[in-house]
């Protein structure tokens, strides 16, 4: 939440220079405050694992958040109990008709399926097309993302000659972004995906703009220009052991091409419990997107979003 200062102190200049969010007292008075409306559209097949991990970012806020969940109506998995679905999890036609200060729209394990062969596409495409008249700012991440690029902006995703995989440092792109206030330069996050989009289609993109990139250049976190769309590659949500389970489920499968997470188990040794080095930056990230692009620029009226 911002600090309030009074009208035109001398200090206002400064801190906003220093990244610092600061709200006049006449706009504190004059703000009407209600709880937010989220939707997360979850494609991950462990649902309750993704809709934790999420849950628990989106938690740790003064605001009052309120969630609904929504599935696939065309692809139902077959991982999670059908009475978890049933009794929290809506379809499309189900919230068509209504609107939400935020959306997320999580990844899926489908690095190496191509978009249009994905079973529920179509429908995916109606939902993100549905996102601009009736979503005020949504946050995609990982397949999500490459999904919405691809949709919104025709930007292609990659194959990856080694899939990227571990705890990786990446380099703020736009430190006066107020959806970095309170990050250090670079910041730690895990990755976990086969495939890419290449920065210079982001750059080239007049809709666009790039925020964070690995330390070698590749995109990580963009946004359109209206602030209404993110496209989060990393996954800063990821509970300690996210990326050891995936370790452990490929090795158990026996395949040859394994490979150890990148500076995630001390010492490369997979025996050893692995730190968790990114909490923080990914409490700021979910906070500061709900906060700076939902909750301060939100209409009141949630139906006059469009």
């Not at 200062?5 to 906003?16: F, G, M, N, R, V």
């Not at 452990?248 to 050893?272: C, E, H, W």
């Amino acid at each position: 939440m911002p600090i309030t200062i009074p009208d035109s102190l001398p200090a206002q200049k400064t801190l906003e220079d220093e990244n610092i969010f600061v709200m006049t007292e006449y706009r504190a008075v004059h703000q009407d405050i209600r709880p937010l409306n989220v939707l997360i559209l979850n494609l991950m097949p462990t649902k309750i694992t993704t809709e934790t991990q999420i849950l628990r970012k989106l938690s740790n806020t003064p605001l009052q958040v309120q969630i609904e969940l929504l599935q696939t109506a065309t692809y139902t998995g077959s991982h999670t109990d059908r009475s978890h679905l049933q009794q929290f999890y809506y379809t499309f036609d189900e919230v068509r008709d209504r609107k939400y200060d935020g959306m997320i729209i999580t990844g899926a394990p489908l690095d190496y399926v191509k978009f249009e062969d994905v079973a529920y596409w179509k429908e995916l495409c109606e939902i993100m097309e549905w996102t601009k008249t009736h979503v005020h700012c949504t946050f995609h991440l990982c397949w999500g993302a490459f999904a919405g690029l691809f949709y919104h902006h025709g930007i292609p995703k990659y194959d990856l000659p080694t899939k990227l995989f571990g705890v990786f440092r990446h380099k703020v792109y736009k430190p006066q972004s107020p959806l970095f206030r309170g990050f250090d330069d670079n910041f730690l996050a895990p990755q976990s995906r086969a495939t890419d989009v290449h920065l210079e289609d982001l750059l080239a993109c007049p809709d666009l703009e790039v925020l964070a990139t690995t330390m070698d250049g590749s995109p990580t976190i963009a946004k359109t220009k209206d602030n209404r769309q993110f496209y989060v590659l990393c996954h800063t949500e990821y509970d300690w052991d996210t990326l050891k389970q995936e370790y452990d489920r490929d090795m158990a499968k026996g395949l040859t091409s394994v490979q150890l997470p990148i500076n995630y188990f001390p010492d490369d040794d997979p025996t050893k419990t692995p730190p968790v080095t990114w909490r923080s930056s990914g409490q700021l990230l979910y906070c500061n997107w709900l906060n700076y692009y939902v909750y301060q620029s939100t209409p009141y009226d949630r139906m006059q979003i469009q």
